[in-house]
């Protein structure tokens, strides 16, 4: 209840997670953080969307967030969906499916999907530099660090991907 009385009162999280929006990935849990320690932005395939970036300059601009973490996961559903063929989906979901970014999968078809979801991470480093001015001046100024990772869901584990 104290902790409650706290959060309350505000928030200042040092981390913001892009992460997917599937069921089984869960940051605070895989970060072994509390209630009020991340702050979690999600969307099919972890894509920086227009409104996940106002999101994250929020945390950044207002909240002093230090740390952003572009979080994909094995098996992910969306990147899959984004190495195949998308005509079939409803125009929503081929709309934020169309957002999953493969550039080096796309010049290289033999790669896996394991390498699609750790390229589609990486990529989502490229998006909130080149899409946010906030974000692009608060990490050149040394303010924030920004990576990327992968989480196997088998087993829990987080990978950075260097």
Same mark, same amino acid.
């Given at each position: 209840?104290? &902790?409650?009385?706290? $959060?309350? /009162?505000?928030? #200042?999280?040092?981390?913001?997670?892009?992460?997917?929006?599937?069921?089984? %990935?869960?940051?605070?849990? =895989? @970060?072994?953080?509390?209630?009020?320690?991340? @702050?979690?932005?999600?969307?099919?395939?972890?894509v920086p969307t227009p409104e996940i970036i106002g999101s994250?300059?929020? /945390?950044? +601009? %207002? $909240?002093?967030?230090? %740390?952003? =973490? =572009?979080?994909?996961? #094995?098996?992910?559903?969306?990147?899959? +969906?984004?190495?195949?063929?998308?005509?079939?989906?409803?125009?929503?979901?081929?709309? $934020?499916?169309?957002?999953?970014?493969?550039?080096? =999968?796309?010049?290289?078809?033999?790669?896996?999907? #394991?390498?699609?979801? +750790?390229?589609? /991470?990486?990529?989502?480093?490229?998006?909130?530099?080149?899409?946010?001015?906030?974000? +692009? &001046?608060?990490?050149?100024?040394?303010?924030?660090?920004?990576?990327?990772? %992968?989480?196997?869901? /088998?087993?829990?584990?987080?990978?950075?991907?260097?």
């Open positions: 209840p104290e &902790d409650r009385a706290a $959060l309350a /009162a505000g928030q #200042s999280p040092d981390v913001v997670v892009i992460r997917c929006a599937d069921s089984r %990935v869960a940051p605070e849990i =895989v @970060f072994d953080q509390e209630l009020g320690d991340l @702050f979690v932005c999600g969307v099919a395939g972890n994250i300059e929020y /945390a950044v +601009a %207002v $909240l002093g967030s230090k %740390v952003i =973490v =572009v979080m994909g996961h #094995s098996a992910c559903g969306a990147v899959d +969906a984004a190495m195949g063929d998308t005509s079939e989906l409803p125009q929503p979901l081929r709309l $934020l499916i169309g957002q999953v970014q493969l550039p080096s =999968v796309k010049q290289h078809p033999n790669y896996t999907l #394991s390498d699609a979801i +750790a390229c589609n /991470a990486q990529h989502g480093i490229h998006v909130l530099m080149t899409g946010s001015e906030v974000i +692009a &001046d608060a990490v050149e100024a040394g303010d924030l660090e920004i990576v990327s990772g %992968v989480q196997d869901l /088998a087993t829990g584990q987080f990978t950075i991907i260097k």
